[in-house]
């Protein structure tokens, strides 16, 4: 079967930083995505990883390894607003996105 | 730019009715998908379309029927209310390339008494 891992909650400080992972196990890839969805609100669009290495998009960063089934995503100079679910989704061979529980980031003061 | 539009944001449904979820685009894209998000899950495809007149089944489709006659419109129809419809339900869109997004709709929160 198809497979999305992520933590189910982390806790951070205004003004760090926090690296968020996500591995998969998918029939095929074709490339993955980062989505942000505040509690109550639709997802959004962060960041597409489909080669090996690091896209970096401002205060954001995503990680990506396709050997490893592996990606993070980094987040620098924390906000209060940055307190969010991080949605991980794999792309497989039937272009099809398989997504993720979701990473609930709780970010204190 | 209203970008993806569902309607209505709230329902509240009894067991065995019948009810349609709109969703609207502005953006000309092709692809358009329904997915439903429950508590500590995964989003679920459940319906998706590559272009008007081309719908196709997702990973959990059953109970639910989809059309897309319009580029613009992508409407998701539930013929008989169970309980275990109750969740968020969001549309989607996007242009088809490579390393383009999909957009969402703001969601409709459905529950089934």
């Known amino acids: 079967g198809q497979n999305i891992d992520q933590p189910t909650e982390m806790t951070a400080t205004e003004g760090a930083i926090v690296q968020i992972n996500c591995t998969y196990q998918?029939?095929?890839?074709?490339?993955l995505f980062w989505y942000q969805q505040h509690a109550g609100e639709a997802p959004t669009f962060l960041s597409y990883?489909?080669l090996d290495g690091l896209e970096e998009k401002g205060r954001f960063s995503s990680f990506l390894s396709r050997s490893k089934g592996y990606s993070y995503l980094l987040l620098k100079e924390l906000q209060m607003k940055d307190s969010a679910s991080y949605l991980c989704?794999?792309?497989?061979?039937?272009?099809?996105?398989?997504w993720g529980a979701g990473t609930k980031l709780i970010i204190k003061p | 730019n209203a970008g993806v539009t569902q309607t209505p944001k709230f329902r509240i449904l009894k067991i065995g009715q019948s009810m349609t979820l709109q969703c609207a685009q502005d953006?000309?894209?092709?692809?358009m998908y329904w997915y439903r998000q429950d508590p500590g899950m995964g989003l679920k495809l459940i319906y998706y379309s590559v272009g008007a007149g081309i719908t196709d089944k997702g990973e959990v489709p059953n109970g639910y029927n989809v059309s897309r006659s319009t580029t613009e419109d992508f409407p998701l129809r539930l013929e008989l209310a169970a309980p275990s419809q109750t969740s968020v339900y969001f549309c989607?869109?996007?242009?088809?390339?490579?390393?383009?997004?999909?957009?969402f709709g703001d969601g409709t929160r459905l529950s089934i008494l």
């Open positions: 953006m000309n894209h092709n692809y």
């Open positions: 989704a794999v792309r497989d061979s039937n272009y099809q996105l398989i």
């Open positions: 990883n489909v």
């Open positions: 989607a869109s996007s242009s088809g390339g490579e390393s383009q997004p999909q957009h």
């Open positions: 998918t029939s095929g890839f074709n490339g």
